[in-house]
């Protein structure tokens, strides 16, 4: 099932409105995230949200989960401000009218909520997923995402988060944020507006299967 904002009566909660949408169950614009919306160096507004199996939690705080600083925990347990994308699933986000941009190292930042097992550094419990970017929203660039090394290079879902909006903590420095960077120019991609986010693993049990989205921070913005 592919959810849209308009389907959850949400089009328009600082996004402007919504594109048609195809046989296929995906919009044929990116309109849910319209260039002339407020811009925003955190995620703030969702073009397609494809929910996989055994999905749920955190959709009744949804699209508002997703939005904003980050809620992490650290190493010692995963953050519960999270959407769960079920096994597979897949959501496209956007920054308003903002796009993130190459500068020199990492560009933008997913979090999830992995955490320490038995506070073990080498034993991560990880739902990992892969990461592409789109400038329109039907080109897509696919970082590469080496699922079964550790750490897995190009993945996101492995480093804990310490960012966290309520404690003062930012999502905008890397150096104490924690999260998954990625680096635009390993792409060779200039300019993104969107981000896709799709399971790899289909961990866990039902209503938190999957990859479990906290936030998504540009670190190197069009508009500062």
Aim: net charge negative.
């Amino acid at each position: 099932m592919v959810v849209f904002l308009g389907a959850l009566g949400l089009a328009g909660v600082g996004c402007g409105d919504e594109g048609p949408a195809s046989s296929t169950g995906t919009t044929n614009e990116p309109h849910a995230c319209a260039a002339d919306a407020p811009p925003s160096r955190t995620a703030s507004c969702v073009v397609a949200f494809e929910p996989g199996d055994d999905a749920g939690f955190g959709a009744d705080r949804f699209p508002e989960v997703i939005y904003g600083e980050p809620l992490g925990n650290g190493t010692t347990s995963g953050g519960l401000d999270v959407l769960s994308l079920g096994r597979g699933g897949s959501i496209v986000l956007g920054f308003g009218g903002n796009a993130i941009v190459d500068g020199e190292g990492p560009d933008f930042v997913v979090f999830e909520n992995p955490f320490f097992v038995s506070d073990d550094p080498n034993n991560v419990y990880a739902e990992l997923a892969e990461v592409s970017v789109s400038a329109d929203g039907e080109t897509w660039h696919v970082f590469p995402c080496a699922e079964d090394t550790k750490p897995p290079a190009g993945c996101a879902g492995y480093a804990p988060v310490f960012a966290n909006g309520d404690l003062g903590v930012s999502s905008l420095d890397p150096s104490v944020s924690g999260g998954d960077v990625f680096d635009l120019a390993e792409l060779g991609v200039e300019e993104a507006r969107f981000v896709r986010i799709r399971d790899l693993q289909g961990i866990g049990a039902a209503p938190s299967a999957g990859f479990d989205l906290d936030a998504i921070a540009v670190l190197h913005p069009k508009v500062p």
